[in-house]
C-alpha cells in the first residue's frame, strides 16, 4: 500500500482554503474555528483516517475513536482561545506543527502532505503542561 493509496483528504482538491489545510500551520486555525463552531466531523475531518490523537490518559485512533473524543469534549467546553501557532518544521511530506494556548499548554502534531496537496494531522499530542518555573532549571 502507498502513501497516496492510504490517505486521502476529507475534502476535493478543489476545495476553497477555508476547508483544507494547504500549509500544516493552517491546522491550528482551522481547529480553533471548527471546534468553537461545535463542528465534530469538521475537526475529525483535520486527521488521517489512521491518526493518533493523545490527550493526557487519552488515546483516540482513528476517525471514530477521535470523533467520540471530540464529541465528548464539545459537550463539555464550548470556548475554545486562539492558540499561538509556533512555525511548523518541516521534512518533505512531514511536518512538526506546534500551538500554545494562553494557559500555557503546549500541543504538538505531526502533519502529512495528502495527495492532493492539503495537510492532515497523523499524530496529535495535546496539553503538554509546562513545568512550573522552580522545576523547569
Do not use: C
Not at 483535520?46 to 477521535?66: M, Q
Not at 470556548?79 to 499548554?105: C, H, V, Y
Not at 503546549?106 to 522552580?134: F, M, N, Y
Amino acid at each position: 500500500m502507498t502513501h497516496s493509496d492510504r490517505t486521502t483528504d476529507t475534502a476535493p482538491a478543489s476545495a476553497a482554503p477555508a476547508l483544507t489545510a494547504q500549509a500544516p500551520e493552517d491546522l491550528a486555525r482551522l481547529f480553533n474555528e471548527r471546534a468553537n463552531a461545535g463542528d465534530v466531523e469538521g475537526l475529525v475531518a483535520l486527521y488521517e483516517p489512521d491518526a493518533v490523537l493523545a490527550a493526557g490518559r487519552v488515546v483516540a485512533t482513528g476517525h471514530a475513536e477521535i470523533r467520540k473524543f471530540y464529541a465528548d469534549l464539545l459537550a463539555r467546553k464550548s470556548d475554545f482561545p486562539a492558540a499561538e501557532a509556533l512555525p511548523a518544521i518541516r521534512n518533505g511530506e512531514l511536518a512538526m506543527t506546534f500551538a500554545r494556548l494562553p494557559n500555557g499548554t503546549i500541543s504538538t502534531e505531526t502533519a502529512r502532505r495528502q495527495a492532493s496537496g492539503g495537510w492532515l494531522w497523523s499524530i496529535d499530542q495535546l496539553k503538554i503542561k509546562p513545568l512550573p518555573v522552580d522545576k523547569a532549571d
